[in-house]
């Protein structure tokens, strides 16, 4: 089998950063040492060695409510190949048929002529039944054991509070990690519906309609039923102080919660909806919304 090796350059782990050389046979990283020796070199001097990054969630040719998200597998992978991210985790939708090996199955059809890089994939549960009981042992033999839960989305992918309890119990059979997008979604509703009748229709509106106590408060939920599950589970994109104490306080326990922050959370803030330019504000909409600067400062915490 081919080998290569990467001399001269700092390799940068986990724990610390040295100079050495790297050798690689096939896909495999066989060895880090000084001197090694392969049927290819490449020169690293001057350059930082590092493991390709993961990104863990992302969201690409996903169809929503109406909508095609504009970012296509080709283009998605390629730019975070080109910044040094050589993975990503997408996240499958069912298909028309409710069938979520249907979903995976699209996503590989969509994806396959496409990809520029390494792609793993979540699953979305939008809602609970047998098919779907059956179908998430089926799914993890695919290779995706991750299982997305919306609590916000009502009418469209929100799930309720007993089928994910349902959905986190097969998790705990499968071995599967259970995840959240956390939102109390029956208020944001309501909320839309309140701001809609005042006439407030632009993208503040938006962030008015998903204060950040209904982040947390779905954020507590949905670790309340986890724990009640017995299972871990992964919040995805964090974005306010509220949700951050709910897994402080849950990890300060013992217990197996992970936060996602996103890198627009840590760097952007609400002020970005009230630009002038309406299709700058316009194009920053997003659930959860941008917050108060104040909340980044906890999030960067971490």
């Not at 779905?218 to 599950?229: K, L």
């Amino acid at each position: 089998m081919n080998t290569k090796v990467i001399t001269g350059g700092t390799v940068c782990t986990a724990d610390r950063a040295w100079k050495a050389d790297v050798l690689i046979e096939g896909e495999i990283i066989k060895q880090i040492g000084e001197d090694l020796k392969g049927d290819e070199y490449i020169d690293a001097e001057g350059a930082f060695v590092i493991p390709g990054g993961i990104d863990p969630h992302t969201h690409l040719e996903m169809p929503f409510m109406g909508t095609t998200a504009a970012e296509t597998f080709e283009s998605g992978t390629w730019a975070a190949a080109c910044g040094g991210t050589t993975m990503l985790v997408d996240f499958c939708l069912p298909g028309e048929d409710g069938s979520i090996v249907n979903g995976i199955q699209e996503w590989h059809r969509k994806s396959a002529p496409q990809i520029c890089s390494d792609i793993g994939y979540h699953m979305a549960v939008t809602g609970w039944n047998e098919t779907i009981f059956e179908e998430m042992k089926t799914a993890v033999e695919m290779g995706v054991n991750s299982f997305k839960h919306f609590m916000a989305y009502k009418g469209a992918l929100m799930i309720e509070d007993d089928e994910m309890f349902a959905s986190f119990q097969r998790c705990k059979e499968l071995g599967a990690l259970p995840m959240v997008h956390a939102e109390n979604g029956d208020l944001v509703a309501i909320l839309q519906e309140k701001y809609m009748a005042e006439g407030i229709t632009g993208p503040e509106g938006h962030a008015y309609s998903r204060p950040p106590e209904l982040e947390g408060e779905a954020a507590n939920r949905a670790i309340t039923i986890a724990d009640a599950a017995g299972v871990p589970l992964y919040i995805v994109h964090v974005s306010c102080e509220q949700a951050h104490e709910a897994i402080r306080r849950a990890r300060q326990k013992g217990m197996r919660v992970y936060g996602e922050p996103l890198a627009q959370f840590l760097t952007l803030d609400e002020s970005e909806y009230f630009n002038k330019d309406w299709d700058h504000a316009a194009r920053r909409v997003m659930s959860p919304p941008f917050r108060n600067k104040s909340h980044q400062d906890s999030l960067w915490a971490g």
